[in-house]
């Protein structure tokens, strides 16, 4: 248990150091494309590419868990999976140039955020704003 918890967490902070994320998912916004229907061959050769994402982290992982690190082998997976992203951005584009074509009016759904009260603002044990300043 202990090892499969110190790789998991190994996984996280790299994939936290190299800016990789775990933003990968099916349902991701994906641009703001997510509104645009997939039929059944595209959805699945998508879920493949997102599979095979999911493969190259725990191959990651895997080899950071390992005692030495084989530079070389974890900047070649570093390339596959920037090389998987960048197939699964165009997927999106070339089906979203499709939709459009098919449908002039439509227009993606770009941004919209979290949300209010997401956004960065007073945490616990702030100024109160409303006070004024604090006299020492």
Same mark, same amino acid.
């Given at each position: 248990?202990?090892? +499969?918890? =110190?790789?998991? %967490?190994?996984?996280?902070?790299?994939?936290? +150091? %190299?800016?990789?994320?775990?933003? $990968?998912?099916?349902?991701?916004? /994906?641009? !703001?494309?997510?509104? +645009? *229907?997939?039929? =059944?061959?595209?959805?699945?050769?998508?879920? &493949?590419? /997102?599979?095979?994402?999911?493969?190259?982290?725990?191959? %990651?992982?895997?080899?950071?868990?390992?005692?030495?690190?084989?530079? $070389?082998?974890? #900047?070649?997976? &570093? #390339?596959?999976?920037?090389?998987?992203?960048? #197939?699964?951005?165009?997927?999106?584009?070339?089906?979203?140039?499709?939709? #459009? &074509?098919?449908? @002039?009016?439509? &227009? *993606?759904?770009?941004?919209? !955020?979290? !949300? *209010?009260? /997401?956004? @960065?603002? %007073?945490? $616990?044990?702030? *100024?109160?704003?409303?006070?004024? @300043?604090?006299?020492?």
């Amino acid at each position: 248990m202990k090892k +499969i918890y =110190s790789v998991g %967490l190994a996984a996280l902070a790299l994939a936290m +150091i %190299l800016g990789l994320g775990l933003q $990968d998912s099916f349902a991701r916004n /994906h641009g !703001g494309f997510r509104d +645009i *229907p997939l039929d =059944s061959a595209q959805t699945e050769e998508l879920r &493949q590419m /997102h599979r095979a994402i999911g493969d190259k982290y725990r191959e %990651l992982a895997d080899l950071f868990a390992q005692k030495s690190v084989d530079a $070389d082998k974890a #900047k070649a997976l &570093q #390339k596959d999976l920037q090389d998987l992203r960048d #197939k699964i951005g165009a997927f999106w584009l070339d089906a979203a140039l499709a939709y #459009k &074509q098919a449908n @002039p009016e439509w &227009q *993606p759904r770009f941004g919209g !955020g979290m !949300g *209010p009260g /997401h956004g @960065p603002g %007073l945490r $616990d044990g702030g *100024p109160d704003l409303d006070k004024g @300043p604090v006299d020492e």
